[in-house]
């Protein structure tokens, strides 16, 4: 059985138009990726796309028939296939080429994908790929800009290195990017232009220039986290300690070492933080006596590691005069409500989440329970992201109460607030309003 986790595109109906470049690989990706969370992609591929990747590759990854043509007899009618636009929540073209942006913004209909783009009824989004003289072309600038002001979202490009040879911006996204900009178009902004702060990975603390004490954290759970921030509107700081991930899109990201410089780089930040998110397993003790060479095994006896506390970072942000709303976690082999509430008591923060270290410690999958002063708040198991995005909707809706002032209670489980719109809401909102 495929698992399939929950997504601000589960359930979603895409329309995946495939033009004419080079990159046209790269949406083979993309589609398995736009699948694997759970969306049903149908799939338009213009006659150019056709002769870098073949139809059935994209029918065997999304499953349904390829689109190619606005004449197709099979369709039964030239205009069958504009249905599919309408039952769309979505296009996105991705590579969209120098050509297809310039038909788009002409308002051009003379193949099936620029005739379902010009008659839907829902978002269109683009990512574009081309070779850098043509992105940087007037005529490409000015179709992008049309575009924009017709409230489509351009994704990318990026810059870098080009199929063809040359270097520059024009590069499609990796497809990752990608669905990660599609995800937060469909996610609601509960966190919209609210400031968080956060820490994640470990810390690494130096006994000597090669050698260290540190936790095992492998910085997942705080990167979703990170991400499931971004795209709820949140503008995401994360002081990162050494991790193998790469950082998150959309999220301003400082790497350091040491629980010190972690401590640096939070509490420089603090005062404008509304939200502060622990999530960093940081080392309890330095080392005091750090020797500044190698040392060496044949020294009379082992060496002498003399250890002294680090400073705590999330109980001092939550003592700040005027503290962000402070989250912390709790890593436990036992007694975890017993052990995360004592924790949350004395750093002085309304809300802890606790997990067991048995249960996911390093994977992609955790079970995690949040602790407030109304108690504990069980929730199910699940992959990292799923549960990431579960945490950012709580602290949006502990956030949301605290500004209405209309409860003071941390539980979870009460009725949402009325959510804000999201991106494509707001589109399709803009749309009915012409
Ligand atoms: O005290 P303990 O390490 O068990 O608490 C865990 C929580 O406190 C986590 O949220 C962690 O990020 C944070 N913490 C911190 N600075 C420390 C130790 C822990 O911010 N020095």
């Known amino acids: 059985m495929v698992l399939v986790e929950a997504s601000a595109l589960t359930g979603k109906r895409i329309v995946l138009g495939v033009t004419g470049g080079i990159a046209a690989y790269k949406a083979a990706a993309l589609l ?40 197709d007899p099979a369709s039964g009618s030239a205009l069958a296939h504009i249905g599919l636009s309408r039952a769309a929540d979505a296009i996105l073209v991705a590579p969209a080429s120098a050509d297809f942006l310039a038909r788009v913004a002409g308002g051009r209909a003379d193949d099936l994908l620029s005739a379902l783009v010009l008659a839907r009824e829902c978002p269109l989004l683009v990512a574009p790929a081309m070779n850098r003289r043509m992105w940087e072309h007037p005529a490409t600038r000015r179709n992008v800009e049309t575009l924009a002001q017709d409230g489509v979202p351009c994704l990318g490009p990026a810059a870098g290195e080009q199929a063809c040879g040359e270097s520059g911006a024009g590069r499609m996204l990796e497809p990752e990017a990608i669905l990660a900009c599609l995800e937060a178009f469909f996610t609601p902004k509960t966190l919209a232009g609210r400031r968080l702060l956060m820490t994640a990975g470990p810390t690494f603390e130096a006994i000597d220039p090669v050698r260290g004490i540190t936790n095992l954290s492998s910085g997942r759970m705080g990167y979703a986290i990170a991400q499931a921030a971004a795209q709820a509107g949140a503008e995401v700081t994360l002081v990162s300690g050494p991790v193998a991930l790469p950082a998150p899109p959309e999220v301003t990201w400082i790497p350091v070492v040491s629980a010190l410089e972690m401590h640096a780089a939070v509490m420089e930040r603090a005062a404008a933080a509304e939200i502060f998110i622990g999530v960093a397993a940081v080392a309890d003790y330095r080392v005091e006596n750090m020797a500044e060479k190698k040392l060496k095994k044949d020294m009379d006896g082992p060496p002498r590691i003399r250890l002294i506390p680090n400073p705590d970072i999330l109980a001092d942000v939550a003592a700040c005069k005027n503290p962000p709303f402070c989250v912390g976690f709790a890593a436990e082999c036992e007694n975890l409500e017993a052990y995360a509430q004592k924790k949350r008591r004395k750093k002085n923060i309304p809300l802890i989440v606790g997990n067991l270290i048995q249960e996911g410690f390093g994977g992609e999958r955790n079970r995690i329970v ?29 956030l949301n109460k605290t500004r209405t002032g209309s409860e003071q209670s941390l539980n979870h489980t009460s009725t949402h607030n009325p959510e804000p719109p ?13």
């Open 32 to 71: 398995r990726r736009i699948v694997g969370v759970g969306a049903h992609v149908d799939v338009v591929m213009t006659a150019a796309a056709t002769r870098f990747v073949t139809p059935l590759t994209f029918q065997t990854l999304s499953g349904n028939a390829v689109h190619t043509d606005l004449w």
């Open 370 to 398: 949040l602790f407030d002063d109304q108690g504990a708040h069980p929730l199910p198991e699940a992959s990292k992201t799923h549960l990431a995005r579960m945490l950012v909707a709580h602290i949006a809706q502990c």
């Open 422 to 434: 999201t991106h494509a809401e707001d589109h399709n909102r803009h749309q009915d309003s012409r």
